[in-house]
């Protein structure tokens, strides 16, 4: 079985954004990239699925521009056997992703696709609900147990009400949470060896897949300030205020 890891390029999760000052964006320019931490978790579950001998090549891929190739790398040095970065320059919306990585998945003939629940840039939540439905393929998302069988993969999810376990059958599409697992860290031999790993480079246009956005953004703005806290000195003093000056929002 072949396993699709795709993995998106996004700003570090370290770094504090910054809205440009035209409110047409977040200010890219100079600020560290890195792999989404939600495709860190997938990358590290279909290795590990790999190497329990359940499956028998780890592709990951990225849409994006040429730099994605640094997180095409960094997803083989912790274990993906080869890569496809799908370039384009374009503003690539979940909808367009979802239509790349169909073109890709059946083009690679997987039987199991692994995202992300969702990326931090822009938190959508969307691409792979989107890849199940364009494909067909039954979906599992919020993953935090992930078990292959035969022609089978069960999936424990994390829902409001607490865990769900559901049952789908091959091929399937699953998103990974939070408490899946916890990702390798890349070690420099590995890194060494990522370089010589083969890396693949298709044009969306190639795939046949119109990118172009659905969605116009009409501006981005920081969220307000918050207000400064306060120390109350006793419970007594809470109750007061809760009493008399709180108000409700
Ligand atoms: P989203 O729907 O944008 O929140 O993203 C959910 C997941 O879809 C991510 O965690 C990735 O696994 C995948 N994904 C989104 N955008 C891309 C991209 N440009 N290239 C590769 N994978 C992506």
Known sequence: MKILVPVKRVVDFNVKVRVKADGTGVDLANVKMAMNPFDEIAVEEAVRLREGGLASEV??????????????????????????LVETDAELQPLAVAKLLRAVAEREGVQLVVLGKQAIDDDANQTGQMLSALLGWPQATFASKVVVGDNKVTVTREIDGGLETIELSLPAVVTVDLRLNEPRFASLPNIMKAKKKPLDTLK?????????????????????????????????ELVSRLRDEAKVI
Do not use: H, Y
């Not at 592709?59 to 496809?84: F, N």
């Not at 172009?212 to 419970?235: D, F, Q």
């Open 59 to 84: 592709i990951a891929v990225s849409c994006g521009v040429t730099a994605a190739q640094d997180t095409l790398r960094t997803a083989m040095a912790v274990g993906a056997d080869r890569a496809v």
């Open 204 to 236: 969306a246009e190639e795939l046949g897949v119109d990118v172009a956005p659905r969605l116009k953004t009409l501006s981005v703005a920081e969220p307000p300030k918050r207000a400064g806290g306060v120390i109350l000195a006793n419970v007594a």
